[in-house]
C-alpha cells in the first residue's frame, strides 16, 4: 500500500496561517495609529449627517423632521427601523452652520417603549458634526436622546449617564 504524504517535506519559505495573522494585524495597527479608536476609524467612515438609531429589541416606526436655519424642511421621513439596523443614516442634511430644529416621534411594533422630542439643536461645522438620535432607553434614561458630535467618542458621557441628553 503507498503512503500518502510520506515523501512531501514541508515547503521552504511557506508562510503559515498564523504568520499572515500576525502580518495582517500589523498592518491594521500601523494604518490606524493615532486613532483612538479602530471603531472611530470605521463609524467616522460609515455615518452620515444624521443617524437615528433603533436601540430597542423590537422593530420602531414613527417619524423624523429637519428643519434648517432658514425654516427649509431638509428631512420629513418616516421611521421603520430593525433593531441595531442602520436604516436611519441620512446624507447630504446638515448644510450650514447655525439652528436647526428636529422632532423625533417613535412606537416599538409591540407597543412596549415609545417617545418623541422636538427641540433646537446647534450645528457649528456642517462638514464635521453628526447628528445622532438614539431610540430607546438602552444606553441613556430617555426614550429620545438627541446629540450633535463631532467624534462619536463624545457620546460616551451620554452613553454613561452623565445628565447630558
Not at 36 to 65: K, Y
Amino acid at each position: 500500500m503507498e503512503s500518502i504524504g510520506s515523501d512531501l517535506a514541508p515547503v521552504r519559505g511557506a508562510v503559515s496561517r498564523r504568520r499572515v495573522l500576525a502580518m495582517g494585524t500589523g498592518a491594521l495597527a500601523v494604518a490606524t495609529a493615532g486613532c483612538t479608536r479602530l471603531s472611530e476609524l470605521v463609524v467616522d467612515r460609515i455615518v452620515g449627517d444624521v443617524n437615528v438609531f433603533n436601540t430597542t429589541d423590537e422593530p420602531v416606526t414613527g417619524s423624523l423632521t429637519l428643519t434648517d436655519p432658514s425654516g427649509e424642511t431638509l428631512l420629513d421621513t418616516e421611521l421603520d427601523l430593525t433593531p441595531d439596523g442602520d436604516d436611519g443614516i441620512y446624507e447630504d442634511t446638515l448644510t450650514t452652520a447655525g439652528t436647526y430644529a428636529i422632532s423625533v416621534l417613535f412606537e416599538t411594533d409591540d407597543g412596549s417603549a415609545s417617545g418623541g422630542d422636538s427641540r433646537t439643536i446647534e450645528v457649528s461645522d456642517p462638514d464635521e458634526e453628526h447628528v445622532v438620535v438614539f431610540l430607546g432607553q438602552t444606553y441613556t434614561d430617555q426614550p429620545v436622546t438627541i446629540e450633535v458630535v463631532e467624534d462619536f467618542a463624545e457620546l460616551e458621557g451620554t452613553i454613561e449617564g452623565d445628565g447630558r441628553s
